[in-house]
């Protein structure tokens, strides 16, 4: 079933009188369950596209469809319901909220629907035990390593059980031993929980592993490519 559909979408933005075309004419669709990474040099447009994929941007033309509704056609406040209940992102910086420790970090986004802190801080508990992580969460993020950061942000995205997971260069920053073990950790919840992940990513450790890459070049896809048996 598809989740995610772009039909010629293009996005430009404008700087004073110049214009900046970071997608352009892109056509492509995101099934459910997929393992994706979009890849490409810096500028290619990668990041663009998976933040109109998870609504945190829009398109200056084409249609973006989600479930088969027109993301135009929502309200602010609709984009900001679905991104919250339905998206999970992952980010470079990681971006942790430095006074609160792990568990916290991991709690916010539950708290933010309006769970009860008693069932949100079950839950955050549980999944970081699922990372790994269970004696470091009541650990700051300056307490912990560049790869324990990266899982508590990754445990934060999938906590609230979204169908979508965005993911803007999540192994960038780590090692090889901790950049596999993350793929790995992400690639486990996509076959077990069919939870949907999009890459944006240069890296090729990532690349190696997904089951589908699709590669950009000044906006545009210039290959689409079905990996067999990953």
Not at 58 to 81: F, M, Y
Not at 88 to 95: K, L
Not at 180 to 203: P, Q, S, Y
Request: glycine share 8%; proline share 4%.
């Amino acid at each position: 079933m598809s989740l995610i559909t772009l039909e010629n979408v293009s996005r430009i933005y404008r700087l004073g009188e110049t214009s900046v075309t970071a997608v352009s004419g892109v056509n492509m669709t995101v099934a459910e369950g997929e393992f994706v990474a979009v890849w490409g040099p810096s500028g290619s447009g990668k990041s663009t596209l998976c933040h109109l994929m998870g609504m945190v941007d829009t398109p200056t033309g084409g249609i973006v469809r989600v479930n088969g509704r027109d993301s135009s056609a929502l309200s602010d406040d609709e984009r900001s319901e679905h991104r919250n209940r339905s998206v999970g992102f992952i980010f470079q910086q990681f971006n942790l909220i430095p006074v609160l420790n792990a568990v916290e970090n991991v709690m916010l986004p539950l708290q933010i629907r309006g769970e009860a802190a008693p069932e949100a801080r079950r839950r955050a508990t549980a999944i970081l035990d699922e990372m790994g992580l269970a004696p470091f969460g009541r650990q700051r993020p300056d307490q912990l390593s560049g790869g324990q950061r990266q899982r508590v942000a990754i445990a934060r995205a999938l906590v609230t059980e979204p169908p979508l997971v965005i993911a803007d260069e999540p192994t960038a920053n780590l090692d090889t031993d901790n950049a596999l073990r993350i793929v790995d950790l992400m690639r486990g919840f996509n076959l077990t929980r069919r939870t949907t992940f999009i890459f944006a990513t240069h890296d090729q450790r990532l690349l190696e592993r997904v089951s589908r890459r699709i590669r950009l070049q000044d906006g545009a896809i210039g290959e689409d490519i079905l990996q067999a048996g990953k």
